[in-house]
């Protein structure tokens, strides 16, 4: 079987809302974020009008109607609210016969028992290295990171997939997905109380990457979700 050389060539486009860098043949949308103009690969384009960035050249209709619904309820509000206060200066205004009004006492209001404060928990860290990367593994599934994984893989083919604890840190596991032209590093503190998986690196060339970032133990499948590699 022949294989191929294929090279990138012209500017690199980089995904506003996943990071992928685009492969020859992908085009993005232009969206626009409030003031800024962010780039959006097919892929992402449903994620980034459930964030709320509008596609460049769409007209947003705003209606009259709606408006003038909105300024009518407006001064209601603020006519109520200057009849409230005119009412209650006529209630609390003196007698013709000039003695002034009984003013009621109130009664201290009762004091409400504060519940003791839970002690705060402390996240646990798997014991077992197994463990830690399962752990990591099922965080970074439940992250958007899959997304990236899962659109590289439909140009490229499948990953290696290498998760393992970091050396400096055993309470972090690094995961790196990796292919012949392009691969991405991910890291998760699983000591942290709210644990989140952050891309740290990415790059192109296979060289890059150190010998044991390159022995496979995990999978990953068409959603780009990982898990570990049966022995």
Known sequence: MLTRDIRTSGEQVECDVCGRT??????????????????VCDLCSA???????????????????????????????????????????????????????????????????????????????????????????????????PRTVAGVARS????????????????RITIVVSWELSWYRYEVELSDDNPQVRSVDKGYELDELAAADQVANAIADEQGELELASA
């Open 22 to 39: 685009l492969l020859r043949g992908e085009h993005t949308e232009t969206y626009l974020d409030g003031g800024a103009r962010r780039e």
């Open 47 to 145: 994620r980034a009008t459930h964030e709320g960035w509008v596609r460049e050249g769409a007209r947003l209709d705003v209606s009259p109607t709606d408006s003038a619904e909105r300024r009518r309820s407006l001064l209601g509000r603020l006519r109520q609210r200057r009849e409230r206060a005119s009412n209650g200066r006529d209630e609390q205004s003196p007698p013709e016969n000039g003695s002034a009004p009984a003013r009621a006492v109130r009664a201290p209001a009762p004091q409400v028992p504060v519940p003791p404060r839970e002690p705060r928990q402390v996240h646990a860290v798997p014991t077992s290295s197994e463990q830690k990367l399962a752990a990591a593994l099922e965080l970074f599934n439940a992250s958007e990171h």
């Open 156 to 171: 490229l083919g499948a990953p290696v997939v290498v998760a393992r604890e970091a050396d400096e840190r055993p309470s």
